[in-house]
């Protein structure tokens, strides 16, 4: 069918060539008129009347628009039950792994930064060492995809991603991804002078004596 045929045909022989109001009838059609009269804009020789800045000012300003409202509720949500914290730092210790996304995505935060936590204490922890400590895997699967993530970033006690992994996970799942990375430094130190590995056997001897100490106890009191 030629679509100058159909009821959805617009005459455009009378739009304005002022640039201001040639943008303001455009936002009109993209607002209030369905697809298929819109399809038939873009298709008629009217087109030739605007120069393309008018649809792409237009379709700028709203998503950027979207995307100021959009980060202010998201913000919004973390701020609000926790007025001193890092929104983004807070997903990711909650494990909000959607919300994460959005603040990367759509926030372009730096994934590298760091920030407060929902006390408002800023101990060094980024976003890789927060979802890290919680052990939240789908947010460090995430991050482990962007080339430019700085796996061996350090809290204020030195402690590394794997150092805290070694101390805080007990899904071995972490340490696996951090170990297979090509840009991991296996041998860095925390402030104390230890590295991941030795805290993860000190934490592998702790918890032998600590279950053979409770089996000891339970064998004493059963007699």
Same mark, same amino acid.
């Given at each position: 069918m030629d679509h100058h045929d159909n009821k959805y045909t617009i005459n455009?022989? /009378?739009f304005p060539q002022d640039a201001n109001a040639r943008c303001h009838s455009l936002e009109q059609i993209i607002l209030f008129l369905d697809v298929k009269s819109l399809a038939n804009f873009i298709l008629t020789? !009217? =087109?030739a009347q605007y120069d393309g800045n008018s649809i792409s000012m237009f379709s700028v300003v709203r998503l950027n628009k979207f995307k100021t409202d959009m980060m202010y509720e998201l913000n919004r949500k973390y701020l609000d039950p926790y007025p001193n914290c890092t929104p983004y730092i807070v997903a990711c210790e909650l494990? /909000?792994? $959607? $919300?994460?996304? *959005?603040?990367? @995505?759509?926030? &372009? =935060? $730096? =994934? +590298?930064? @760091?920030? *407060? +936590?929902?006390t408002g204490w800023n101990g060094g922890y980024t976003s890789l060492l927060i979802a890290t400590q919680y052990e939240h895997i789908d947010i460090v699967k995430?991050?482990? @995809?962007f080339d430019h993530i700085n796996i061996n970033a350090s809290n204020d006690s030195g402690m590394s991603a794997l150092h805290t992994a !070694?101390? /805080?996970n007990t899904n071995h799942e972490i =340490?696996? %991804?951090?170990? %297979?990375?090509? &840009?991991l430094n296996i041998n860095s130190q925390n402030s104390q002078g230890w590295t991941s590995v030795c805290i993860f056997m000190y934490n592998i001897v702790y918890i032998f004596y600590k279950t053979n100490y409770l089996l000891e106890k339970l064998n004493y009191k059963s007699l």
């Open positions: 455009f022989k /009378h020789s !009217a =087109i494990g /909000h792994f $959607d $919300d994460f996304k *959005k603040f990367v @995505t759509i926030g &372009n =935060i $730096d =994934i +590298n930064s @760091t920030g *407060k +936590n929902r995430y991050l482990l @995809t !070694a101390y /805080h =340490i696996q %991804m951090f170990i %297979m990375h090509p &840009n």
